[in-house]
């Protein structure tokens, strides 16, 4: 029973990590509860940081706004 528990608790841990990432708090968990905490924890640390994809991408359009990139170098 203590096993059991504490596989949930790490879980819901690796799952918190999992948040601000790409996987997200329900994949980090989920997949934690179907493999093993410590394998997905390992994903869940080299999946990226959601902010640091999303200010690339921002900064990405602000170039091809202001036709700083051409559109294949954008849609690359």
Known sequence: MEIFLG???????VG?????????FAGAFFL???LS???ELIFTLV???RLAVRSR????KDKFDTK?????EFNK
């Open 7 to 13: 596989w949930i608790i790490f879980s819901l841990a």
């Open 37 to 39: 905490p410590v394998i």
């Open 68 to 72: 700083t990139i051409s559109k294949e």
């Open 47 to 49: 999946s990226k940081l």
């Open 57 to 60: 991408d921002h900064s990405l």
């Open 16 to 24: 918190a990590i999992g948040v601000n990432r790409n996987i997200g």
């Open 32 to 34: 934690s509860l179907f």
